[in-house]
């Protein structure tokens, strides 16, 4: 294993940093394809895409229900909790003829993503469903529970029974009220 890597950590350059709120922690970035003028941004208290007219996207880390790393294309797809279309953040390795470690960023979303997520239980509904109740932490520290995917409110007896029964149990394991 080198000592020394070729690769050097991303900076957000400065004319795209200036958009982000004031006193915004930044983990680590990374800048999208195709050529690099906008960045995805992880900090403190969530996932940002920020390109030469502001901030294109900020959305708090408890909101993400999961992101994954595909190699082959070079991208990151972020799924929310909401059911909102995935977002694909497509990367770039290299700007300016420099070759850059996207490390810390993959790291830093991966942390993030994981702290959000307080506990969790999955089961089959009655109607054959699949379905998951996450508690989750917000950015104030406050937990709630949300249900992956997100159900019509309209349930039949027996699937509104079992995932309520799954709620209490989401619920009960990180002491939050049950009823």
Excluded at 76 to 105: C, K, R
Aim: proline share 8%; charged share 25%; aromatic share 4%.
């Amino acid at each position: 294993m080198p000592l020394f890597s070729r690769r050097r950590p991303a900076r957000l350059p400065s004319g795209l940093a200036a958009h982000l709120r004031p006193g915004t922690a930044v983990l680590g970035v990374v800048p999208l394809a195709p050529d690099g003028g906008r960045w995805a941004v992880a900090s403190v208290s969530g996932l940002e895409v920020v390109g030469d007219d502001g901030v294109e996207l900020a959305r708090p880390w408890h909101e993400v229900a999961r992101a994954v790393w595909d190699a082959d294309s070079l991208s990151f797809t972020v799924t929310w909790i909401d059911a909102d279309p995935e977002l694909v953040l497509e990367v770039t390795t290299s700007v300016a003829g420099a070759q850059l470690d996207i490390a810390p960023f993959a790291r830093s979303l991966r942390e993030r993503v994981e702290s959000a997520l307080v506990h969790s239980a999955s089961d089959t509904l009655p109607s054959g469903r699949r379905v998951t109740v996450s508690a989750r932490r917000d950015g104030d520290g406050g937990l709630y529970t949300v249900c992956t995917p997100p159900l019509p409110t309209e349930l039949d007896g027996a699937d509104r029974a079992a995932l309520v029964a799954l709620e209490r149990r989401v619920r009960d394991g990180v002491g939050l009220p049950t009823s």
